[in-house]
């Protein structure tokens, strides 16, 4: 069985506590990563003693977005494969290795998708199931995906023109860049894979941060994905993607009645939160989001 040649590229803006953690995993993978990127958008460079501590390359980048940190390392990738795990991310030492299993019996994937569980082993997306599976289909792929576990051909990435830098953390919808990534590669004729036994550990993102922060982060989310959504409704699909809007609207509705109806207040608003947010992306990229001027690398 070979072993597929694979490059990291980790983007990080003021974390070095969560991303000494990371890298330390990423280094400890055996067999190893070809190559581990830093993309650091930080003030300092507490990350360049790190990536010198677990021979990682660093890159500085002034300019701020985890799309267009992805995209300013992708332009020092040589690998076949790219992963991109979260500067919070920890991948299991055994990572490349069942990777290459996953490639024996399905060469012809464009991208393979990791199980990422949170500490007390909950999935990270409600797809993330112990079913080994293909990908093919939007929605499946939007429940089943998600970058600190994903994995991408390097070959898909540049073929459908790297992250849209307006979607994602420090953009202007700041979610939902791997799945405009792989919906991108989906309409080109990829398709993926995902594979329960490839483990990657991440931190509950609302278990660290206060109720109010945690109904911001929902909104956050919701406007990512609404705009996500409006885009790739344009397209000949249209139906598909206006559909699963309408749907995971009625979710978001369904789950703030259901808690209110039970008494969790604070979960409730946060339905409401996600709610309000993916009707806003949605809204917002169909007034002005596809005239926003599109930056290298990126395609609208």
């Known amino acids: 069985m070979s072993l597929p040649e694979v490059t990291a590229i980790v983007p990080t803006l003021d974390r070095p506590q969560w991303l000494e953690r990371s890298l330390a995993a990423l280094a400890q993978a055996s067999p190893g990563f070809a190559e581990v990127w830093v993309a650091d958008?930080?003030?300092?460079?507490?990350?360049?003693t790190l990536c010198e501590?677990?021979?990682?390359?660093?890159?500085?980048?002034?300019?701020r977005g985890i799309s267009r940190a992805r995209n300013a390392a992708h332009a020092h990738v040589r690998t076949e494969w790219i992963a991109y795990p979260d500067d919070d991310a920890e991948v299991a030492r055994d990572l490349i290795e069942r990777l290459a299993a996953v490639l024996a019996r399905r060469p012809e994937a464009a991208f393979v998708q990791a199980r990422v569980v949170f500490p007390d082993q909950r999935p990270m997306q409600p797809g993330m199931d112990g079913r080994a599976r293909a990908l093919e289909r939007p929605?499946?792929?939007?429940?089943?995906?998600?970058?600190?576990?994903?994995?991408?051909?390097?070959?898909?990435?540049?073929?459908?023109?790297?992250?849209?830098?307006?979607?994602?953390?420090?953009?202007?919808?700041?979610?939902?860049?791997?799945?405009?990534?792989?919906?991108r590669i989906?309409?080109?004729?990829?398709?993926?894979?995902?594979?329960?036994?490839?483990?990657?550990?991440?931190p509950d993102p609302f278990a660290i941060r206060d109720?109010?922060?945690?109904?911001?982060?929902?909104?956050?989310?919701?406007?990512?994905?609404?705009?996500?959504?409006?885009?790739?409704?344009?397209?000949?699909?249209a139906g598909e993607f206006r559909k699963l809007h309408a749907r995971l609207l009625r979710r978001a509705l369904l789950g703030f009645?259901?808690?209110?109806?039970?008494?969790?207040?604070?979960?409730?608003?946060?339905?409401?939160?996600?709610?309000?947010?993916?009707?806003?992306g949605w809204r917002r990229w169909r007034s002005h989001g596809p005239a926003l001027e599109p930056v290298a690398g990126t395609t609208s």
């Not at 958008?41 to 360049?48: C, K, L, P, Y």
């Not at 939007?142 to 576990?149: C, H, N």
């Not at 309409?187 to 550990?201: K, T």
């Not at 956050?220 to 790739?232: C, R, T």
């Open 41 to 48: 958008q930080s003030a300092g460079e507490q990350g360049r």
């Open 53 to 63: 501590r677990f021979g990682a390359r660093w890159l500085h980048l002034d300019r």
């Open 139 to 183: 929605a499946e792929t939007l429940r089943t995906t998600v970058s600190p576990g994903l994995f991408v051909r390097r070959e898909w990435v540049d073929g459908v023109g790297g992250f849209d830098e307006r979607f994602g953390v420090g953009a202007e919808f700041p979610s939902g860049e791997e799945s405009d990534l792989l919906f």
């Open 186 to 202: 989906l309409a080109a004729g990829g398709r993926g894979a995902y594979e329960p036994a490839l483990r990657v550990s991440h």
């Open 211 to 237: 109720e109010a922060a945690c109904r911001r982060r929902m909104s956050e989310y919701g406007v990512g994905l609404g705009a996500l959504l409006a885009k790739h409704a344009e397209r000949e699909s």
């Open 257 to 280: 009645g259901l808690m209110a109806a039970t008494g969790r207040g604070a979960r409730a608003r946060r339905y409401l939160a996600a709610w309000r947010g993916r009707r806003e």
